[in-house]
């Protein structure tokens, strides 16, 4: 399996879209209504916002035989030195085989003076949550978000980048 995580192209977006969706409809389908997800996704994900994600953040993705199979996203290091974890998503067929933490590597090799990266996992994803807290990531705290009419209970995740170790 050759995977090739590299910076995200605008002729990449179609793709990203697509892996999202279907990332979103593997893991949410029991937990979050689809027409919600629909909508969450028509809003974060369409044109104009991945245009505007690619111009203040940094996005990855995951090719496999030049097919993109997955992504990450990246928001910039903070004047504090946090950084946001915003999504790391993969097509579910592809899920167990190390891609998701190439795409965290990639990510965490160019957080430039970060101290913590933090991210935002639904509870019931357990597979996000399991890989998060396998990679280091700790829990903070528990919170209810509301997703467009349909309320999420999260776990707050972060990891500290001041040590060598946390970086697994």
Same mark, same amino acid.
């Given at each position: 399996?050759?995977?090739?995580?590299?910076?995200?192209?605008?002729?990449?977006?179609?793709?990203?879209?697509?892996?999202?969706?279907?990332?979103?409809?593997?893991?949410?389908?029991?937990?979050?209504?689809?027409?919600?997800?629909? *909508?969450?996704?028509?809003?974060?994900?369409?044109?104009?916002?991945?245009?505007?994600?690619?111009?203040?953040?940094?996005?990855?993705?995951?090719?496999?035989?030049?097919?993109?199979?997955?992504?990450?996203?990246?928001?910039?290091?903070?004047?504090?030195?946090?950084?946001?974890?915003?999504?790391?998503?993969?097509?579910?067929?592809?899920?167990?085989?190390?891609?998701?933490?190439?795409?965290?590597?990639?990510?965490?090799?160019?957080?430039?003076?970060?101290?913590?990266?933090?991210?935002?996992?639904?509870?019931?994803?357990?597979?996000?949550?399991?890989?998060?807290?396998?990679?280091?990531?700790?829990?903070?705290?528990?919170?209810?978000?509301?997703?467009?009419?349909?309320?999420? *209970?999260?776990? *707050?995740?972060?990891?500290?980048?001041?040590?060598?170790?946390?970086?697994?």
């Amino acid at each position: 399996m050759d995977i090739h995580i590299r910076n995200m192209e605008k002729k990449d977006i179609g793709s990203v879209q697509a892996v999202a969706k279907a990332s979103w409809k593997a893991t949410y389908e029991k937990v979050i209504p689809s027409d919600i997800q629909e *909508r969450f996704l028509q809003s974060a994900y369409n044109d104009d916002m991945m245009l505007k994600r690619m111009e203040i953040s940094s996005l990855y993705v995951a090719e496999l035989g030049g097919e993109i199979i997955g992504f990450a996203n990246f928001s910039a290091v903070k004047q504090n030195g946090d950084a946001e974890l915003g999504a790391i998503y993969l097509l579910a067929e592809h899920q167990g085989a190390g891609i998701g933490t190439a795409l965290l590597h990639r990510g965490l090799k160019n957080l430039d003076g970060a101290k913590a990266l933090f991210i935002s996992v639904e509870k019931e994803n357990r597979v996000g949550v399991d890989f998060y807290l396998a990679k280091g990531f700790q829990m903070q705290y528990e919170f209810d978000d509301d997703l467009d009419g349909h309320v999420s *209970r999260m776990i *707050r995740m972060s990891l500290d980048l001041t040590s060598v170790s946390s970086t697994k």
